[in-house]
Structure formats: structure tokens, C-alpha cells
């Protein structure tokens, strides 16, 4: 039986390409800043997002902890839209690591109202915490990866009065994709971004946090801090710098297969209400009355999905899928609901 692993854009595998750049990678002790490929891929990222400069981490989620405990005193609050995955998906670790408090706002579109941040930075004025980061997500996972607008984005940035942005960039390639506008622009009214390189770029792992030169600086120690300091890793940024070279530019391929994805699903359910149009990048997440039912006749059919919420579930394209495995699932769910 074929099997057709829609569960999530993580589960792909590093390239030949990569395979062969990690087994003559040039590699140092991180730790002493001596690792000249991990030097590189900074340096690559850093340039591409037009920061000062970058810090290689293990994940995403470190990624982002590291940027609240940059950007916030314990005490703070943080804007966030409320099913962001620094919200919703790193199991409280920013209260753990960071100390901070959300104050969460209403994402189904994938992004923040502009207002509705003003108002809790207004609030400030009236007895309420001080807000010290606005965090946003590009693209946005849970609402089916959304790229934001960069004039929406612009127009957040507009209100925060001095107060710092994070970007959540884990698939900000798929962003940079779907809308033509470049990463260095999105990145422009953030004061940090992080990319992921383990998620649709293929690589076997590592996230990225840019910045200016002194917020890195910062972010180092708080990589310590959280032991996510690593020795050769050049091994890993080797296969994370294939990622940014080369695998950006088919990321459409995801987003075109991902959209047959969408209209079949909006052929087999019509009661979630699902708009294909709304899926832009290579997430396609719809609701759904019985997900566990619904995951065990797909996977019986070895397809294999995903939920992200009790009523929520994700089908996630990537390059290990192909058309005929969309074809597949296509005519899987079209004879599912006959
Ligand atoms: C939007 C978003 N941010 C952060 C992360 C965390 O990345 P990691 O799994 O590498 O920690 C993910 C992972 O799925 C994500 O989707």
C-alpha cells in the first residue's frame, strides 16, 4: 500500500545534496565560535533576512524562548494571537523560561489587528502590565498556513510605539513563496526573526535567530542558558545551508499540491465550511466533527494526517510528496465520502 505522510512538513528527510555536504562538512567547537560552517550558515541567513547578524539553535521552539527571554522581563506582557504555536504549541515553556504573561488575540485569519494591540499598549497607561514584545507567526500554522500581508504588517509595527517584534518565521520561506515579498522585507520592522531549516528545507534540524549584532550577543547566553550550546555542529548547518541555498525555490510545488489537497477536502466535507481558496502555502487545516474517525480511515488507506485542536485537523505538503501521492489522497477522500 502506498503511504502518504501528510502529518506534518517536519517528517522529511535530508537530501543526497545534504548527506554529502555533512560528511565533509568543515567543522570546529561551536562552543569557542571556532565551527566555520556554522559561521556560514549565520552569516547566509543573517544576509538574507538583512540583520546584523544570526544565531544557529536546535529548534524553532528554542528559537523563539530565546527571543521572549531577549525581548522580556519576567512580569511582561506579550502579544501573541491566541493559537500561535509560541502560544499554544511549546507546552507553557514561556512561562517556564521566559516568565512572562500572553495577552492573546484573536488570529483565525493568521493575523493580529493592528487596534487591537494599540488598545492593550494604551492599556498600559491604566494600571495593566507593561507589554514589552509583540510576537506574530509568518506563516501562520493553525489558521492554514497564512502569510501575512506585508502591509499589515507594516501597520502593526506602526502602533507599537518602541516595543519590540518577534517574527515567527519557522516556514517564512513558504511566505517569501507564496507572495513574492522577500524575507529581508518582511523581516525589516521586526527587531527578531527565526527560520526553521528542518521543517520544508529538509534539513535533518536547526532553527535560526537573527537580530542586530548586540540582541545575538544576548541570545548566545541564553542558548547556554538553556543547553542548547552544540560543539561540530557544522555536521547540521551543512544540511541547513543546502536548505536556504536550494530548497526555498520549490516551495510552490508544496503550495500547488497542498491547494488540490484543499479542494478535495472542501469537495468531502462541505459541513466545515472549508474555503480552498484560503490554503496559499502548504498547510490545509479544516474543521472537522470526528477527527480520530476521520485519521483511522485515512491512515487504513496509509495516509496519515494530523490534528491540531479536538475538532481540528492538518494534511502538511512537503518534498517527499509528490503529485500521485496527491492524486491518491485526492480520489482517497473522494470515495471516503460516498
Ligand atoms: C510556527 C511554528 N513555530 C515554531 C515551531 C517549533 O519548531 P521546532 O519543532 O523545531 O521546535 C513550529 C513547529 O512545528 C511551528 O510550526
Same mark, same amino acid.
Given at each position: 500500500m502506498r503511504r502518504v505522510d501528510l502529518r506534518s512538513d517536519t517528517v522529511t528527510q535530508p537530501t543526497a545534496a545534504m548527506r554529502e555536504a555533512m560528511a565533509t562538512a568543515q567543522v570546529g567547537d561551536d562552543g569557542f565560535g571556532e565551527d566555520p560552517t556554522v559561521a556560514r550558515l549565520e552569516a547566509r541567513y543573517a544576509a538574507l533576512v538583512g540583520k546584523e547578524a544570526a544565531l544557529f539553535v536546535p529548534s524553532g521552539v528554542m528559537a523563539n524562548q530565546i527571543a521572549l527571554r531577549v525581548l522580556s522581563q519576567p512580569g511582561d506582557v506579550v502579544v501573541a494571537g491566541r493559537n500561535q504555536h509560541v502560544v499554544e504549541f511549546e507546552l507553557g515553556a514561556a512561562a517556564r523560561n521566559a516568565g512572562i504573561q500572553f495577552a492573546t488575540l484573536d488570529d483565525r485569519r493568521g493575523v493580529l489587528d493592528a487596534s487591537a494591540v494599540a488598545e492593550l499598549i494604551a492599556a498600559?497607561? *491604566?494600571h495593566r502590565p507593561h507589554v514589552s514584545l509583540v510576537c506574530v507567526e509568518n506563516? *501562520?500554522?493553525?489558521? /492554514? /498556513?497564512t502569510p501575512w500581508e506585508l502591509a499589515e504588517l507594516r501597520e502593526l509595527a506602526g502602533v507599537l510605539e518602541g516595543r519590540a517584534l518577534h517574527i515567527d518565521g519557522a516556514r517564512l520561506f513558504n511566505a517569501v513563496a507564496a507572495t513574492g515579498v522577500s524575507a529581508a522585507d518582511y523581516a525589516a520592522p521586526a527587531t527578531t526573526v527565526m527560520s526553521c531549516l528542518s521543517k520544508g528545507l529538509c534539513a535533518p534540524a536547526g532553527s535560526l535567530l537573527a537580530a542586530s549584532a548586540e540582541l545575538i550577543a544576548r541570545a548566545r547566553v541564553e542558548r547556554k542558558r538553556l543547553g542548547g550550546a552544540m560543539r561540530q555542529v557544522g555536521v547540521l548547518a551543512a544540511a541547513g545551508l543546502i536548505g536556504l541555498e536550494t530548497m526555498t525555490a520549490r516551495l510552490s510545488e508544496d503550495h500547488h499540491r497542498a491547494r488540490r489537497l484543499a479542494e478535495a477536502v472542501a469537495r468531502a466535507f462541505p459541513a466545515s465550511s472549508y474555503d480552498p481558496g484560503t490554503c496559499r502555502t502548504n498547510i490545509v487545516a479544516f474543521e472537522h466533527a470526528a477527527p480520530s474517525q476521520l485519521l483511522d480511515a485515512l491512515a487504513e488507506r496509509g495516509i496519515l494526517a494530523d490534528t491540531i485542536g479536538p475538532t481540528r485537523v492538518r494534511l502538511v505538503t512537503h518534498a517527499q510528496i509528490g503529485d500521485e501521492d496527491v492524486d491518491y489522497v485526492t480520489d482517497a477522500l473522494d470515495t471516503l465520502t460516498r
Open positions: 498600559e497607561a *491604566h506563516t *501562520h500554522m493553525p489558521s /492554514g /498556513g
